[in-house]
T-cell receptor, first 110, second 115 residues
Framework: EADIYQTPRYLVIGTGKKITLECSQT?????MYWYQQDPGMELHLIHYSYGVNSTEKGDLSSESTVSRIRTEHFPLTLESARPSHTSQYLC?????????FGPGTRLTVL | AQKITQTQPGMFVQEKEAVTLDCTYD???????LFWYKQPSSGEMIFLIYQGSYDQQNATEGRYSLNFQKARKSANLVISASQLGDSAMYFCAMREDHTGNQFYFGTGTSLTVIP
């Protein structure tokens, strides 16, 4: 069983608020990822990291930022939430041949 | 060009029957990995099965098997003896080993198992 956690699981917030979605894993994986997924649709990579102090933007243009100060922690921050950010956000980590996902955060911006 | 193509937006299968979910991929990297994930309505992504590009045999995990045809660049998922709990979205994904270790996902196939 994968040990990757995301909080909060659900978040409803007003436009313009700053929010941070938390992701942590206890497997010691170097590689971590953030995906955005609308219901029933494909996953879009928004950020990834190969290790501490290493972060890259993914294919999907996003107004979010990430940091990787510790191996186990990879938070995603939206400086000013907008209704277009309403979606599910999935965090994942990988090592060798496996990629494990967290349970996701369902974000609604009013 | 799409890295991963899943051409079946929706599939239906009778309970206890087998079903094949199609996946084709595009890469010039000689070393890559292919993955299948299940996503039930709860939203979590569940890893099902992995196939490496150099693996000689098709991967199997319980009722799941991956029909790997390298020359055709296809990696179809076969689910045997379908169960009602198999109803979910299924995503095919690929990781290219020499180009940054990003994972590329298909658009998914929605599988419904009919009692």
């Amino acid at each position: 069983e994968a040990d990757i956690y995301q909080t909060p699981r659900y978040l409803v917030i007003g436009t313009g608020k700053k929010i941070t979605l938390e992701c942590s894993q206890t497997m010691g994986h170097d590689k971590m990822y953030w995906y955005q997924q609308d219901p029933g649709m494909e996953l879009h990579l928004i950020h990834y990291s190969y290790g501490v102090n290493s972060t890259e933007k993914g294919d999907l243009s996003s107004e979010s930022t990430v940091s990787r100060i510790r191996t186990e922690h990879f938070p995603l921050t939206l400086e000013s939430a907008r209704p277009s950010h309403t979606s599910q956000y999935l965090c994942a980590s990988s090592e060798l041949h496996e990629q494990f996902f967290g349970p996701g955060t369902r974000l609604t911006v009013l | 060009a799409q890295k991963i193509t899943q051409t079946q937006p929706g599939m239906f299968v009778q309970e206890k029957e087998a079903v094949t979910l199609d996946c084709t991929y595009d890469t010039s990297d000689p070393s890559y990995g292919l993955f299948w994930y299940k996503q039930p309505s709860s939203g979590e992504m569940i890893f099902l099965i992995y196939q490496g590009s150099y693996d000689q045999q098709n991967a199997t995990e319980g009722r799941y098997s991956l029909n790997f045809q390298k020359a055709r660049k296809s990696a179809n998922l076969v689910i045997s003896a379908s169960q009602l709990g198999d109803s979910a979205m299924y995503f095919c994904a690929m990781r290219e080993d020499h180009t940054g270790n990003q994972f590329y996902f298909g658009t998914g196939t929605s599988l419904t198992v009919i009692p």
